[in-house]
């Protein structure tokens, strides 16, 4: 059974850094593009950044500059540096990454449990 767990998450004071970290585990041949998302009370879930199994990396325009998404290819991991914190951060972030399970059925969609990020003003 495939796995996303995400963690890292916490309360911090605005102009701090956090570094959220998810990890992919179970039975996979393949991994391809992996994201951070979030959702903040009351609003959508929004891309925050995504890399591509090629190491291509875009970030939505409220997080460019403060926030560096990697990936360590050997251990089936994403990282989400953020720095420069603001309240408007404040969400739980959800690690989505696109699976194959065997080598001939398609990419599907994965998602973490989500871990809450916090800053306080």
């Known amino acids: 059974q495939v796995q996303l767990v995400e963690s890292g998450g916490g309360l911090v004071q605005a102009g701090g850094s956090l570094r959220l970290s998810c990890a992919a585990s179970?039975?996979?041949?393949?991994?391809?593009?992996m994201r951070w998302y979030r959702q903040a009370p009351g609003k959508q879930r929004e891309l925050v950044a995504g890399i591509s199994s090629g190491g291509s990396s875009n970030y939505a325009d409220s997080v460019k500059g403060r926030f560096t998404i990697s990936r360590d290819y050997a251990r089936n991991m994403v990282y989400l540096q953020m720095n420069s914190l603001k309240p408007e951060d404040t969400a739980v972030y959800y690690c989505?990454?696109?699976?194959?399970?065997?080598?001939?059925?398609?990419?599907?969609?994965?998602w973490g449990p989500g871990t809450q990020v916090t800053v306080s003003s």
């Open positions: 179970g039975s996979f041949v393949r991994i391809n593009d």
């Open positions: 989505n990454a696109g699976l194959k399970i065997t080598s001939v059925t398609p990419f599907r969609d994965y």
